[in-house]
């Protein structure tokens, strides 16, 4: 029998907030353990959550970004359960009135647009962290992460592959980045989803029992989870077994899921409404507020990319998918690069400087890119020796025109001291310069090789070409 | 100087005209309290030294013309509202060494206004219960009849200012826990509409429905400390900025004119006879005053409790569950686990009262009971807040008896949890509509115990109960000084 994989994800995003999310406290990453908190995040008696305007703004603004229906009625709700992690013993968190629901995004899947749907996006609160002592002599905790700021995005259930999934967060992470919602810093955790999935009878309306995979922080890890999932499902489908519901753990390194201990799951959380915070009331002129404030979002500068700069669907699909990218991009143009030429350097060296370093982050501005594109334009650096300034640049956050100055990559348009290598390559090159008389033009190209060579790259072509040419016409006179 | 008779206008005056010195009158309150509490057993910590300092600040400030509203007045608050570098327990073996590193802002407040912290005074555990027999401290007598209860939650803070050991004192009201012991010790406890008096630094024994008040001998006196301690605050989302910038405006202005609304429900046999005559009395005499009495009706009234208890337990299981023995607090030694550690912690930290709200309130947010009985409940809370809005488009006022009973004695309710509950019956809808609601003293009964009468009023219409209240005060004269001279007052 064939089977029909069906995907839907829940996504926990750290919201890009200064404070937490009912205190003053920093939501600065690191810092020496408890040092990032205070009697509110550590829930000593008597004190009260005060909600964070920021974080309900940028709740709005994912949901804005993803096509949301805007609630102008939600509240807070405690999720009621015992961790050490959880200084109150319950989150705060939104049950039954989430502030977002009912959205979509859209994906593009092999050249066509699927659109994936957005159930709900609510707030709550991160938990603090265990830390196991390492002498073996119990469990400290960390309460730095406590109250962190959160939404969580639900999907529907409409991703049918592992590739869907990947391509369902990585857009997710892309809105979140262009509205600055939050950073999604991935290795910081900031971003994490859980995938449920559950395999049908192809063809068939009713969903088969689901797993649930948690808290996977990056876009191969849903994408190797969601495999290996389904072929663990279908295995055990197709020996006519059941799939059990349970809750699963990615280990990335085995590169399989192993069963969570039962203690984990089946909790009664016993929700309901937090008396000491006051629902969150937003105005139509508030919303629209928000919606007014949004950047332009991924898909409008896709448009704009292809249809007034002309730039390749593949490309500006790949320089839209990160907003840190587009914005390079737009920074460059806007200092003067021409857009293709810009375009083309990200895609080529930029990029793969980037994959090499394993990094998303430019560690220079637009306006740096565009100031390497004039050295080339002006004939003070040749192609070539752009991308070693461009290397260099990445290396060193340097400016181009001080690396050229620094490195001494200038082209050299000294007529007299190229004259001395054109005479010198013509005179050390005898049979290039006999084949060439002999009519073979490619020696031609040999010979402009060495004077490059002899300049270390940095000779100006368009002069060489004219005293070579020069240089051979004397040679051949008799 | 009769130091058990003072008023806040008391000791203004006498700061003002140089009778006595702050620093003499916070002593003159420290040698009453122990000629006196070791038989009442009001507080559970005292803080002498650093009172005399406050003390000698607010003499200073006396002598400079300066000074706020209560300067110099010694005062004390119920221990589960917190005090930075004082241990505020709840009543709790919880909490017996929690030292929190802030105070509370009602508290703040009365100190900003130059009040003399004395000390912290006794309670039901975590503020459940009627008797402040539910008390890791011991039980708290009443200073007109030690055998018998000073009602509670807040019985530490009415009998510290009913036998004279405070000015005032502050208390906490989740389901009458200000005006029921107001009412069984004499005194005037006031409990404000939900949102005036912040609730940051107040442990929290059901969010939704408590709020501190004042417990003072004078209703003028009350309008002051709400004077001192109302306003919103930054740091409790639900605390609201009333308007009212003077609660003492307009309080002599008589009861004439004032429509009065007396629910049929609340004269019903189950009120004894001796508190249903005193309550007779005062409907004549705030007739005679030429306010107009008239017979109404509460139809919700009998489903006030039942929602009062679902409501408080739920609210009350999620706000104590952070007693984990993880953070600070009581932990006890030797688990074996980390359920262990929850299990044992929380067996051995909280009394049998606690246990039974946690209990309670686990159950009736547990999915397959949640619609039953917590969804029901809020229902008949939005029902019954529906029903009082209905009676104050006619009435000013909602008057009745605090308590169906005048103090009980001591032990007489204990294994009988509902019939101890049965005594909220009047006070509890109050807190579930969040209106304001006074209980002043209103004579005694025929075992010569004092009698509350409770006036209830529309949301943030405090000034209009205190100019009732007052009317009365003047009509109906009660000075506990009088009745209390055989405790020495
Ligand atoms: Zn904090």
Same mark, same amino acid.
């Given at each position: 029998?064939?089977?029909?994989?069906?995907?839907?994800?829940?996504?926990?995003?750290?919201?890009?907030?200064?404070?937490?999310?009912?205190?003053?406290?920093?939501?600065?990453?690191?810092?020496? $353990?408890?040092?990032?908190?205070?009697?509110?995040?550590?829930?000593?008696?008597?004190?009260?959550?005060?909600?964070?305007?920021?974080?309900?703004?940028?709740?709005?603004? /994912?949901?804005?970004?993803?096509?949301? *229906?805007?609630?102008?009625?939600?509240?807070?709700?405690?999720?009621?359960?015992?961790?050490?992690?959880?200084?109150?013993?319950?989150?705060?968190?939104?049950?039954?009135?989430?502030?977002?629901?009912?959205?979509?995004?859209?994906?593009?899947?092999?050249?066509?647009?699927?659109?994936?749907?957005?159930?709900?996006?609510?707030?709550?609160?991160?938990?603090?962290?265990?830390?196991?002592?390492?002498?073996?002599?119990?469990?400290?905790?960390?309460?730095?992460?406590?109250?962190?700021?959160?939404?969580?995005?639900?999907?529907?259930?409409?991703?049918?592959?592992?590739?869907?999934?990947?391509?369902?967060?990585?857009?997710?992470?892309?809105?979140?980045?262009?509205?600055?919602?939050?950073?999604?810093?991935?290795?910081?955790?900031?971003?994490?989803?859980?995938?449920?999935?559950?395999?049908?009878?192809?063809?068939?309306?009713?969903?088969?029992?689901?797993?649930?995979?948690?808290?996977?922080?990056?876009?191969?890890?849903?994408?190797? /989870? /969601?495999?290996?999932?389904?072929?663990?499902?279908?295995?055990?489908?197709?020996?006519?077994?059941?799939?059990?519901?349970?809750?699963?753990?990615?280990?990335?390194?085995?590169?399989?899921?192993?069963?969570?201990?039962?203690?984990?799951?089946?909790?009664?959380?016993?929700?309901?409404?937090?008396?000491?915070?006051?629902?969150?009331?937003?105005?139509?002129?508030?919303?629209?507020?928000?919606?007014?404030?949004?950047?332009?979002?991924?898909?409008?500068?896709?448009?704009?990319?292809?249809?007034?700069?002309?730039?390749?669907?593949?490309?500006?699909?790949?320089?839209?998918?990160?907003?840190?990218?587009?914005?390079?991009?737009?920074? /460059?143009?806007?200092?003067?690069?021409?857009?293709?030429?810009?375009?083309?350097?990200?895609?080529?060296?930029?990029?793969?400087?980037?994959?090499?370093?394993?990094?998303?982050?430019?560690?220079?501005?637009?306006?740096?890119?565009?100031?390497?594109?004039?050295?080339?334009?002006?004939?003070?650096?040749?192609?070539?020796?752009?991308?070693?300034?461009?290397?260099?640049?990445?290396?060193?956050?340097?400016?181009?025109?001080?690396? $050229?100055?620094?490195?001494?990559?200038?082209?050299?348009?000294?007529?007299?001291?190229?004259?001395?290598?054109?005479?010198?390559?013509?005179?050390?090159?005898?049979?290039?310069? *006999?084949?060439?008389?002999?009519?073979? *033009?490619?020696?031609?190209?040999?010979?402009?090789?060495?004077?490059?060579? *002899?300049?270390?790259?940095?000779?100006?072509?368009?002069?060489?070409?004219?005293?070579?040419?020069?240089?051979?016409?004397?040679?051949?006179?008799? | 100087?009769?130091?058990?008779?003072?008023?806040?206008?008391? +000791? @203004?005056? &006498?700061?003002?005209?140089?009778?006595?010195?702050?620093?003499?009158?916070?002593?003159?309150?420290?040698?009453?309290?122990?000629?006196?509490?070791?038989?009442?057993?009001?507080?559970?910590?005292?803080?002498?030294?650093?009172?005399?300092?406050?003390?000698?600040?607010?003499?200073?400030?006396?002598?400079?013309?300066?000074?706020?509203?209560?300067?110099?007045?010694?005062?004390?608050?119920?221990?589960?509202?917190?005090?930075?570098?004082?241990?505020?327990?709840?009543?709790?073996?919880?909490?017996?060494?929690?030292?929190?590193?802030?105070?509370?802002?009602?508290?703040?407040?009365?100190?900003?206004?130059?009040?003399?912290?004395?000390?912290?005074?006794?309670?039901?555990?975590?503020? &459940?219960?009627?008797?402040?027999?539910?008390?890791?401290?011991?039980?708290?007598?009443?200073?007109?009849?030690?055998?018998?209860?000073?009602?509670?939650?807040?019985?530490?803070?009415?009998?510290?200012?009913?036998?004279?050991?405070?000015?005032?004192?502050?208390?906490?009201?989740?389901?009458?826990?200000?005006?029921?012991?107001?009412?069984?010790?004499?005194?005037?406890?006031?409990?404000?509409?939900?949102?005036?008096?912040?609730?940051?630094?107040?442990?929290?024994?059901?969010?939704?429905?408590?709020?501190?008040?004042?417990?003072? #001998?004078?209703?003028?006196?009350?309008?002051?400390?709400?004077?001192?301690?109302?306003?919103?605050?930054?740091?409790?989302?639900?605390?609201?900025?009333?308007?009212?910038?003077?609660?003492?405006?307009?309080?002599?202005?008589?009861?004439?004119?004032?429509?009065?609304?007396?629910?049929?429900?609340?004269?019903?046999?189950?009120?004894? =006879?001796?508190?249903?005559?005193?309550?007779?009395?005062?409907?004549?005499?705030?007739?005679?005053?030429?306010?107009?009495?008239?017979?109404?009706?509460?139809?919700?009234?009998?489903?006030?409790?039942?929602?009062?208890?679902?409501?408080?337990?739920?609210?009350?299981?999620?706000?104590?569950?952070?007693?984990?023995?993880?953070?600070?607090?009581?932990?006890?030694?030797?688990?074996?686990?980390?359920?262990?550690?929850?299990?044992?912690?929380?067996?051995?930290?909280?009394? @049998?009262?606690?246990?039974?709200?946690?209990?309670?309130?686990?159950?009736?947010?547990?999915?397959?009971?949640?619609?039953?009985?917590?969804?029901?409940?809020?229902?008949?809370?939005?029902? +019954?807040?529906?029903?009082?809005?209905?009676?104050?488009? #006619?009435?000013?006022?909602?008057?009745?008896?605090?308590?169906?009973?005048?103090?009980?004695?001591?032990?007489?309710?204990?294994?009988? =949890?509902?019939?101890?509950?049965?005594?909220?019956?009047?006070?509890?809808?109050?807190?579930?509509?969040?209106?304001?609601?006074?209980?002043?003293?209103?004579?005694?009964?025929?075992?010569?115990?004092?009698?509350?009468?409770?006036?209830?009023?529309?949301?943030?219409?405090?000034?209009? +109960?205190?100019?009732?209240?007052?009317?009365?005060?003047?009509?109906?004269?009660?000075?506990?000084?009088?009745?209390?001279?055989?405790?020495?007052?």
């Amino acid at each position: 029998m064939d089977y029909e994989v069906v995907i839907g994800l829940e996504i926990h995003v750290e919201l890009a907030t200064k404070s937490k999310i009912f205190c003053g406290c920093t939501t600065e990453f690191g810092g020496e $353990v408890n040092t990032h908190c205070c009697p509110v995040c550590t829930s000593m008696p008597g004190t009260l959550p005060v909600m964070n305007e920021k974080a309900v703004e940028f709740a709005v603004k /994912a949901g804005l970004a993803m096509n949301c *229906e805007i609630a102008e009625f939600s509240k807070m709700d405690r999720k009621n359960y015992f961790y050490p992690d959880l200084p109150k013993a319950y989150q705060i968190s939104q049950f039954d009135l989430p502030i977002c629901k009912g959205g979509y995004v859209d994906i593009d899947i092999n050249g066509k647009m699927k659109r994936i749907g957005i159930t709900r996006i609510h707030i709550e609160e991160d938990a603090g962290k265990l830390i196991h002592d390492p002498h073996g002599k119990g469990s400290l905790v960390d309460y730095n992460r406590c109250g962190v700021p959160l939404i969580e995005i639900v999907s529907e259930p409409d991703m049918s592959s592992p590739e869907e999934a990947r391509k369902y967060f990585e857009k997710v992470r892309s809105i979140l980045q262009y509205t600055g919602v939050s950073d999604c810093r991935m290795q910081e955790g900031s971003i994490r989803a859980d995938v449920n999935l559950s395999l049908r009878p192809a063809g068939s309306t009713k969903l088969g029992t689901r797993t649930e995979m948690k808290n996977l922080n990056s876009f191969r890890s849903v994408f190797n /989870a /969601a495999e290996s999932e389904i072929k663990r499902q279908s295995g055990i489908l197709r020996q006519g077994g059941r799939v059990g519901q349970e809750t699963r753990r990615w280990d990335d390194d085995a590169g399989k899921s192993f069963p969570m201990r039962n203690k984990e799951e089946a909790h009664d959380y016993r929700y309901f409404p937090e008396p000491d915070l006051v629902p969150i009331i937003l105005t139509k002129e508030r919303i629209d507020a928000y919606r007014e404030s949004l950047p332009e979002l991924p898909w409008k500068r896709f448009a704009r990319y292809t249809e007034e700069m002309g730039i390749p669907g593949y490309d500006a699909g790949i320089i839209t998918a990160s907003v840190k990218t587009s914005d390079f991009f737009e920074e /460059a143009v806007k200092y003067g690069a021409d857009a293709k030429t810009a375009a083309n350097w990200i895609m080529g060296d930029l990029m793969r400087l980037m994959n090499d370093a394993g990094t998303e982050d430019i560690p220079f501005g637009g306006k740096m890119l565009a100031e390497l594109a004039d050295l080339i334009g002006q004939g003070r650096i040749s192609n070539n020796i752009a991308k070693t300034v461009l290397s260099e640049m990445f290396a060193t956050g340097g400016t181009p025109s001080f690396i $050229v100055k620094e490195k001494g990559l200038e082209v050299v348009s000294d007529r007299d001291e190229l004259a001395r290598i054109v005479d010198k390559v013509i005179s050390h090159n005898k049979k290039s310069v *006999e084949d060439y008389m002999g009519g073979k *033009e490619k020696a031609m190209g040999f010979l402009m090789g060495q004077v490059m060579r *002899e300049t270390g790259g940095k000779a100006n072509p368009t002069m060489v070409k004219a005293m070579l040419a020069d240089g051979l016409k004397k040679a051949m006179e008799p | 100087m009769e130091i058990a008779r003072l008023t806040i206008k008391d +000791i @203004s005056r &006498m700061l003002r005209n140089r009778e006595a010195s702050a620093v003499e009158i916070t002593n003159g309150f420290y040698e009453r309290i122990e000629s006196t509490d070791a038989k009442i057993g009001a507080y559970i910590s005292l803080c002498r030294e650093k009172a005399l300092e406050d003390a000698a600040n607010a003499q200073k400030k006396a002598d400079a013309g300066e000074g706020g509203l209560l300067n110099g007045v010694p005062a004390a608050v119920k221990d589960n509202m917190c005090t930075e570098g004082m241990a505020t327990t709840c009543a709790s073996r919880m909490l017996e060494n929690f030292i929190p590193p802030y105070t509370a802002t009602a508290v703040e407040k009365i100190k900003a206004e130059g009040a003399v912290l004395l000390g912290k005074l006794n309670l039901d555990e975590f503020a &459940m219960g009627s008797s402040t027999g539910n008390s890791y401290f011991g039980q708290t007598k009443n200073p007109w009849d030690e055998r018998r209860v000073p009602g509670g939650s807040s019985g530490g803070s009415a009998a510290a200012v009913a036998s004279g050991q405070a000015v005032f004192a502050l208390g906490s009201d989740t389901g009458g826990s200000i005006r029921q012991p107001a009412a069984f010790c004499g005194v005037v406890g006031l409990k404000p509409t939900y949102g005036t008096v912040s609730r940051h630094g107040l442990v929290a024994f059901a969010s939704s429905l408590d709020q501190i008040g004042p417990l003072t #001998k004078t209703v003028e006196d009350s309008a002051i400390v709400l004077n001192a301690i109302s306003g919103r605050d930054q740091r409790d989302s639900t605390s609201m900025e009333t308007g009212i910038p003077d609660y003492t405006e307009g309080i002599d202005g008589g009861a004439r004119g004032l429509m009065i609304g007396v629910p049929s429900q609340y004269l019903s046999d189950g009120v004894s =006879p001796g508190v249903r005559k005193q309550i007779g009395e005062a409907i004549k005499a705030y007739e005679k005053m030429g306010a107009v009495c008239e017979e109404t009706s509460i139809e919700l009234a009998d489903y006030a409790i039942a929602a009062y208890y679902i409501i408080s337990s739920a609210e009350a299981s999620s706000n104590l569950a952070r007693y984990d023995g993880i953070k600070y607090g009581y932990r006890s030694s030797g688990y074996a686990n980390l359920t262990d550690l929850y299990n044992k912690t929380r067996s051995e930290g909280f009394g @049998s009262e606690a246990k039974r709200r946690i209990m309670l309130g686990t159950y009736v947010l547990s999915s397959g009971y949640y619609d039953a009985y917590y969804k029901k409940a809020l229902r008949v809370r939005r029902l +019954i807040k529906n029903e009082f809005d209905a009676l104050f488009k #006619k009435y000013d006022l909602i008057l009745g008896p605090t308590a169906p009973t005048t103090a009980f004695r001591i032990g007489e309710k204990e294994g009988n =949890p509902l019939e101890m509950y049965m005594g909220d019956v009047f006070t509890v809808s109050v807190n579930i509509a969040g209106l304001p609601a006074i209980s002043i003293p209103c004579g005694l009964d025929e075992n010569n115990l004092p009698v509350g009468m409770q006036l209830i009023g529309k949301a943030f219409g405090e000034r209009t +109960i205190l100019r009732a209240a007052k009317a009365f005060e003047m009509e109906f004269p009660f000075l506990i000084s009088e009745e209390g001279g055989r405790h020495g007052l």
